[in-house]
């Protein structure tokens, strides 16, 4: 018994469908419905599929799926067996850590790696880094930050001898 793919997640860059593996051109090509910003979709270029936009900022839009998928629910049958309900369990769980993702990638205000923002283009300063920690409280999603501890080596040293690290 084979599942029918219902959902594919395709990431597009400034070389636009050029960029994208034949796989993803195919997933582009073959679905139904497409979400992205409002840039990305101009990337992929004309699209068959009906389109949506991420609104902006990106809270609301996962505040609209969110609240569809609680909408939508899941029939109540046998849910060893069900991948319907799996498959919501999925999707659920997908909306939750993107919300998290989305608030902590907000709260930074620097670019590293592949992390990047364009109002905060710069990587900060490397001896005041911080890392991002995420909690649920009673409020919901809480996002703070803590600096980071340089235990071992810190900015500027290395743990190489003079003669290696020269090389």
């Not at 992205?36 to 900022?57: C, D, N, Q, V, Y």
Request: aromatic content about 6%; proline content about 5%; overall charge negative.
């Amino acid at each position: 018994m084979s599942k029918e793919r219902w959902l594919g997640l395709v990431g597009i860059g400034e070389d636009g469908l050029e960029g994208l593996t034949p796989a993803a051109r195919r997933l582009i090509a073959q679905a139904a419905f497409i979400v992205g910003g409002k840039r990305h979709l101009a990337l992929a270029g004309p699209l068959k599929a009906e389109t949506m936009i991420w609104p902006s900022p990106i809270e609301n839009a996962l505040d609209a799926i969110e609240a569809e998928l609680l909408a939508t629910g899941v029939a109540d049958a046998d849910r060893r067996f069900n991948l319907t309900w799996h498959d919501w369990l999925n999707l659920r769980s997908l909306t939750e850590i993107s919300r998290v993702i989305a608030l902590a990638a907000l709260k930074r205000e620097n670019s590293r790696g592949a992390h990047f923002r364009s109002d905060f283009p710069g990587p900060g300063d490397f001896a005041t880094s911080v890392f991002t920690v995420a909690r649920q409280g009673e409020r919901g999603i809480e996002i703070d930050e803590s600096p980071v501890q340089f235990t071992h080596v810190k900015p500027g040293e290395t743990l190489l001898r003079d003669a290696v690290a020269a090389e």
